[in-house]
Structures are given as structure tokens and as C-alpha cells.
């Protein structure tokens, strides 16, 4: 099934994740703006857009004349990102665990436990 989300974000979204999981390292070149668009048959406006986001989040660097890099100040860009969307997770799961009537305790408990299983 096609993602509703622009195409732009689906890029964006694609390179963070590349980005975030370490399959894209620091100082890694991406690909020129008017290669990715030629590639992906799509407006080289609608990469470039992907890209500056990027930027403005911190992730890559662009260098006039040699291109767009992972950015290797991003360590805590990276964790930031990271710390926000676990944050969001969270708040989904309260959400979630209120609406099944968990008390906090229970919670808790359940966090303890699954915590405590991934670190054995």
C-alpha cells in the first residue's frame, strides 16, 4: 500500500532512518539532489526540499560544489531525535495502558519487567 505522506518526507523519512540506525555514517556523501530525483523519477525540487530539512534538523551538511553529507556533528542531533520519538512512544503507551484501566503501579511493574528481560 503507497504512503499518503509527500514524497519529499517519504525521503526525508528514509534517509533519517538510514541516518539514525548508522547504515548512513558521519561524513558519508549522499547522493547529488539531481541524481536522487533522476533515480526516483521525481522533481529535483521535491529532493532538495527532503534535503534542507535534513539540514535544518541537523542531520547532513551541505557543501557548496561537492555535495550533501551526513553531518558529523549529529551525535546529539541524533539523540535528541531519538529521545523525542521515545518520548512520544511513551505517551502512547500511558495513553494506552490508562485506557485499559492499568493503575500506575502495574505499569510499573510491567515496565520493570520487560526492562529487566532485554538486559539479560
Same mark, same amino acid.
Given at each position: 500500500m503507497a504512503s499518503r505522506a509527500p514524497i519529499y #518526507? !517519504?525521503?526525508? #523519512? !528514509?534517509?533519517?532512518?538510514q541516518i539514525l540506525t548508522g547504515q548512513l555514517q558521519e561524513g558519508e556523501l549522499l547522493p547529488s539532489i539531481r541524481n536522487l530525483a533522476q533515480t526516483l523519477k521525481i522533481s529535483v525540487i521535491t529532493t532538495k526540499r527532503a534535503y534542507d530539512e535534513l539540514e535544518q534538523e541537523g542531520l547532513v551538511t551541505s557543501v557548496s560544489g561537492k555535495g550533501t553529507f551526513v553531518s558529523s556533528k549529529n551525535k546529539q542531533s541524533i539523540r535528541e531525535i531519538q529521545y523525542r520519538e521515545l518520548e512520544e512512544q511513551i505517551k502512547a503507551v500511558v495513553k494506552k495502558s490508562q485506557a485499559l484501566g492499568l493503575k500506575h503501579d502495574e505499569m510499573l511493574n510491567l515496565f520493570t519487567l520487560f526492562y529487566g528481560e532485554e538486559n539479560e
Open positions: #518526507e !517519504q525521503i526525508r #523519512e !528514509q534517509l533519517k532512518n
